[in-house]
């Protein structure tokens, strides 16, 4: 059971990115996956998640508006749309599983193992 983060890069101020969560060796369609986000010296933040049942997707208000959180169960895919990137968006960005997603909240049912790599998201003024 693995979940991979792809698609950071380095953008201007104002530009858009999409991130990628591919699940491996199970299927995250009934799954919650969240995506958190950590910069340097700063606390691990939440950012968006979906829940599993379609119902609800939440974005932290630092996002909301300018992100937007997708799946695509064919290709056992989570996205995280960025736009309007904020230089204080740079990070490193997490996706996972194991949480509770609901409208207002965003709760890992527990502490997490192993976080992945991430993938770098670094956006210039």
């Known amino acids: 059971v693995q979940l991979q983060a792809s698609g950071g890069g380095l953008v201007q101020a104002g530009g858009s990115l999409r991130l990628s969560c591919a699940a491996s060796?199970?299927?995250?369609?009934?799954?919650?996956i969240g995506w958190f986000r950590q910069a340097p010296g700063n606390e691990r933040e939440a950012v968006s998640c979906?829940?599993?049942?379609?119902?609800?997707?939440y974005y932290s208000d630092s996002v909301k508006g300018r992100f937007t959180i997708s799946r695509d169960n064919a290709k056992n895919t989570v996205y995280l749309q960025m736009d309007g990137l904020k230089t204080e968006d740079t990070a490193t960005y997490y996706c996972?599983?194991?949480?509770?997603?609901?409208?207002?909240?965003?709760?890992?049912?527990?502490?997490?193992?192993?976080w992945g790599q991430g993938t770098q998201v670094t956006v210039s003024s």
């Open positions: 060796g199970f299927s995250l369609e009934r799954y919650a």
């Open positions: 996972v599983s194991d949480l509770l997603c609901t409208e207002t909240k965003m709760t890992p049912f527990g502490e997490y193992d192993d």
């Open positions: 979906t829940s599993g049942n379609y119902n609800y997707t």
